[in-house]
């Protein structure tokens, strides 16, 4: 429709052009207002900055809305080299070109800063002015040097938001989406290596980052290019920083050129964990505080308290999101039929997970990451459809937005930013210790990884794995929570042009990248016909611990805390009988004859294409070879299940996201009973 | 199943016990902590702070946790009595009595307030503490006698909430939602009743209330009751904050019993309105300000100024939200297909509005009222089924929560609010001046609508009407805003005691008095056999500026702004013809051929019992009658279209909501030509 296309030009050029327009239009009536205003009381004053505000807010959401027009464009003409992230950072930087150089706002005289000399910074302060008291909050501290920009920059400075609106309101949905949207079943099968590289290959790239900077620093400073202190536990802290990896302009093409989903799978997970990862890293480098004054000695105990500190907040944020998924679960067991109430309580629950954590000492990030991930496999089976299919929209969508928030953010701070400092040398130190860290976690682990594995990581997909090591939403909160020093400044403005490169540069490159290594698109998930063989090499690479956890969640959690799940009754030893009984859910005995009366109904509902006739299965493979078996293979042991239920699981998401899905009730799981279901999986 | 009802129970229980243990967790861990910081810098008490923080909220997120397993039990057990907003207060009483009455929290040392002598209260302060600076922002002036609370109940004044949050955060998703799923049928049936409640009113109220309060205040400085000042433009102002109604509970029976639509459509326009008018009457007292220092006498030009400024507030609010809504409509009807773009797109305009309004000095929270019902009557039609689900679920949600929240809070404040006044002459006063100003809301004012009326508003409806005059979230929160002075704090207390008394007895006995006044329940909205005889009230009613309106809207409006109505090229003239074409949605000219080829198919889709024959359709009525009609009747006023577009586009709400709806193409309307659908319309 040429119409329509013209048509959303003009009305696209239209929200272009309103936006500047907007922007001077918001920001010029406020001084003339303000001199009009400059004996009225206080408040009016709040008034005034509660406008101002709202102002600023309005710019964020104009821009937003700009990055989802734009976006449409794109997707309406399939044009991929720019990633909705990517456009939210350009959108970014030409707004904030626009504060910093196009806007003059005339120095604001009602709003001039008193100093008050007293000996203590207390967090709330009673200021007695003629006889009426007002109360302030401590809001932060300030360099000396940057005292006069405060009173000249109220303006860049108001646009800026207070960094822990990052950790505490934008970060914690976008996570939760990850742990919540992870494909279980590629995760499981790849676990091994995922871990591998998340933990180990966090922790390496960061000392290796972290030591390449101290030799570049050491370097600056005898150049004399260094302006203050730049100490060692500085330069680890921003190895720790740059290690957490943020694909997801990669993984969006992934997803939509159905790349390899063990590539997928290993690059995904490996993100989703060293967010985790990288921020228990620097808050337990921050944490590294030598006795005496003169703090930055190395010193084995305080090492020690560093890595004692690490464990137990990562494992305590853990067990606490863990620990409130499985709450979650149980409570949703029984709170079936009440949509809204089952969503509210999902969003609330999550939600308390971060507070939690948070409020114990622990990683609410950290915390929330697990409780997604225990979400997804244990509550999620519980919901109702529709409870199934509104949490996922609204985590969807309050990630789309976070992210995007994020990254026009991230754009606008380039140049609205008052401290940034720029060094040439530390920047390309920066650069190319990034490269040399990745390689060193990507290339010697896969290495040691494909001596255990049976299905190798082959070189392509290392290559890609190592181009793939965007810089993200991670990265830029944790370098914004605090820019007081000279150290900080840098590490900041360095990290900003580290990703903007990355998701420009890589992020656009994906394509050309993919058929470079000649990596194989198109590939149907649920449909590769090297099913077998893969799930042979899961069964070997799944070492022991994993597979005892399989059996116990397989026959114990999953039976207690959802609807899915054999009977405890089949499970448990006959002497727990009475116990067994209470604790199973009505509708897995249901299930259970369900599966004994039809369970060719139930078969056909997998969405396999198989047909069970009588006791024989018959069942059709991708390869279009037939094979059929009989009750005889019914005694196979247990532990093939996992492949299967996982698939299943993915399967049963993938279905909803795009919402395919038939009339059927999906409470009840089509594969517990493992007798019947051990044919149709033999036979493929 | 007895097991699955006493686990509940159990883990209901534990829920119930867990919090005021994770109160007292969580209360008491910070003091020992900060003991042991004392000598520590800023940084770790601002995260001291944040964990504090964390803790409050997670109050209330267990808060409503407790709230949302305790209605899925009243649910389950069909118990009517209590509603969830009443629970949640009840919720919220109990922690308030554990917070101020059980926890005590030794006095804390470190953060001890710092009174320093400045001569203006400037919006941001830098302190200057031995060389290094500190930012603190202004909060708030607090009362002299207050300075004291300050230092002694740090912890209860954490867990009172910044007043703005109300309006700024938890008021907009509420009122939004009572625009978006504000009933258009009934609504527009009654549009003049309604208007006529919600503005005259509303005034009438507000006035009625003033003057009886200000009696009791003259009578109470006489007794010697009054510790303060509290001047008539208080009275007003408290006239004005209780005129808000808000029958949540009442309305959610009446939606559940599926009581008399009319009473529905009334009751809920009314409450949705006068929060409107409400907040901008308010705004307009506060404005009053005569010259001079003793600013409170009467004065022509300042009570000109007040009403200037209540018109123009409002009709700017008004008209941005309208604005807003049809950008969006304009931006949506291309946007198709992409679900997510959609809803974020739906998500960010609508808050923009909000945002928009308060930075152009309007009152937020009616933008939003009018945008809701603008998006509901557009851009509704533009999105994609998923969108429409989406955003309707989003919506409900938020609006659950945040209503929730507000209530439970309202709970809590009664025990944790500081400065209380509680004056028993003052508050038996507002309740007579509450219960009179209903009265002369209701009563004469149905008097006069039933002159004109057909169908007239009968003497249980009218006595329902004055008995559903519950006060909500409005009112708390217009009342919290402000509680600086004496006056100000009697208002509040007795604002909250209103709500609490209205929503408890009121509420709880809308069953009762439903049966006493002998109201028809089990009313289907669709199928009442009266639609004939009251359709030809409305055309009656709708004055002719209303039924202008509509014409102008059916064929202008809706073909420019939405994919449903006539074509363009239909409506307007023929010297028009290229923009018309131009204008018109290719789907309008699909839809007109479509119209043309199949019209059975579509009017079986409208969920009617008719069936048409060739030329000839047959219908059947909700009473058995069978008519028939041919082509012959084609001619008909276009004006007819009007109830029966509005019955359509509700019927398809309703639909929706309850999801029931077939897999039919929504973008296609069924109900766009007037030819065909006469015959069906005039046959039943």
Redesign the interface.
């Known amino acids: 429709?040429p119409?329509?296309r013209r048509?959303?030009r003009t009305?696209w050029l239209l929200v272009l052009v309103s936006l500047p327009v907007c922007i001077s239009v918001?920001r010029a009536s406020s001084p003339q207002e303000d001199s009009a205003m400059e004996n009225i009381v206080?408040?009016k004053?709040?008034e005034e900055?509660?406008?101002?505000d709202?102002?600023d807010?309005?710019i964020f959401?104009?821009l937003?809305?700009l990055t989802?027009?734009t976006?449409?464009l794109f997707?309406h003409r399939r044009f991929r080299f720019l990633h909705e992230t990517g456009l939210a950072m350009i959108y970014g930087l030409i707004v904030g070109v626009i504060l910093r150089y196009g806007i003059h706002v005339p120095r604001d005289v009602?709003?001039?800063?008193?100093?008050?000399?007293?000996?203590?910074?207390?967090?709330?302060?009673?200021?007695?002015?003629?006889?009426?008291?007002?109360?302030?909050?401590?809001?932060?501290?300030?360099?000396?040097n940057?005292?006069n920009d405060?009173q000249d920059n109220?303006m860049l400075r108001k646009v800026t938001f207070d960094p822990?609106v990052f950790f505490?309101i934008l970060l914690p949905p976008i996570i939760f989406h990850a742990g919540y949207s992870l494909k279980r079943r590629h995760f499981f099968r790849n676990m091994g290596s995922i871990l591998a590289y998340a933990f180990l290959g966090t922790v390496i790239s960061c000392f290796i980052i972290g030591l390449l900077m101290y030799g570049c620093v050491t370097l600056m400073k005898q150049v004399g290019q260094l302006g203050g202190d730049f100490f060692f536990t500085d330069c680890l802290f921003f190895g720790a920083i740059v290690s957490a990896t943020d694909p997801v302009t990669v993984l969006a093409i992934f997803n939509e050129l159905q790349v390899d989903v063990d590539l997928y799978a290993l690059l995904f997970g490996e993100s989703v964990l060293n967010d985790a990862v990288a921020v228990v890293l620097s808050s337990s480098i921050v944490a590294y505080q030598p006795e005496g004054d003169n703090s930055h000695t190395f010193e084995v105990m305080a090492l020690l308290k560093s890595f004692g500190i690490f464990l137990g907040v990562f494992s305590g944020s853990f067990a606490l999101g863990v620990a409130t998924g499985i709450v979650t679960a149980?409570?949703s067991f029984?709170?079936r039929d009440?949509q809204?109430?089952e969503?509210?309580?999902f969003?609330?629950?999550s939600?308390?997970t971060f507070?939690?954590a948070?409020?114990c000492?622990f990683t609410?990030v950290v915390a929330v990451l697990f409780c997604g991930i225990t979400q997804a496999h244990y509550t999620y089976n519980n919901l109702s459809p529709?409870s199934q299919d509104?949490t996922k929209?609204?985590f969807?969508?309050l990630n789309?937005?976070a992210e995007n928030f994020i990254f026009s953010y991230m754009g606008l701070t380039l140049f609205t930013f008052q401290n940034h400092v720029f060094n040439p040398m530390f920047i390309v130190g920066a650069f190319v210790a990034l490269f040399i860290g990745r390689a060193a976690n990507i290339y010697p682990l896969s290495f040691l990884l494909n001596l255990g594995r049976r299905n190798k990581i082959r070189s392509n997909f290392q290559h890609m794995m190592m181009f793939a090591g965007l810089r993200g939403a991670m990265t830029f909160a944790l370098s914004i929570r605090?820019t007081a020093t000279y150290a900080r400044q840098m590490m900041f403005s360095t990290t900003l042009l580290v990703v903007f490169f990355t998701v420009w540069i890589c992020g656009g490159g994906t394509t050309q990248m993919l058929s470079c290594q000649r990596i194989r698109v198109g590939v149907d998930s649920d449909q590769d016909n090297s099913v077998s063989s893969e799930r042979r090499s899961t069964k070997q690479e799944s070492a022991w611990l994993f597979r005892i956890w399989y059996n116990f969640d397989h026959n114990y959690l999953k039976p207690i805390l959802t609807h899915s799940g054999p009977p405890l009754t089949a499970t448990l030893p006959p002497c727990c009988g009475p116990l067994a009984r209470?604790l199973t859910s009505?509708q897995a005995f249901e299930n259970e004859c369900q599966l004994k009366d039809d369970d060719s109904d139930l078969i056909l509902r997998d969405g396999d294409i198989s047909l069970t006739y009588g006791d024989i299965t018959v069942s059709t493979d991708a390869s279009g070879a037939h094979t059929s078996g009989g009750l005889a293979f019914a005694g196979a042991s247990t532990s093939d299940d996992l492949d299967r239920e996982l698939a299943y699981g993915d399967h049963e998401l993938v279905m909803r996201g795009t919402?395919l899905v038939l009339p059927m009730d999906d409470s009840e799981p089509s594969f517990t009973e493992p007798h019947h279901l051990n044919i149709v999986d033999l036979s493929r």
Chains 1, 2 share one sequence.
């Open positions: 429709h119409r329509a048509a959303t009305l918001c206080t408040e004053k709040a900055s509660h406008r101002q709202s102002a807010l309005l959401i104009l937003l809305t989802i027009l976006i449409w997707k009602s709003n001039i800063t008193l100093n008050c000399q007293v000996n203590a910074s207390p967090a709330t302060l009673l200021v007695n002015v003629s006889g009426k008291f007002y109360e302030y909050t401590l809001k932060g501290e300030i360099n000396a940057e005292v405060v109220e822990e505490n149980l409570i029984f709170l009440f809204l109430l969503t509210a309580l969003f609330l629950m939600w308390s507070l939690l948070e409020a000492g609410g529709e509104r929209q609204l969807e969508l789309f937005l605090d209470f009505p919402r």
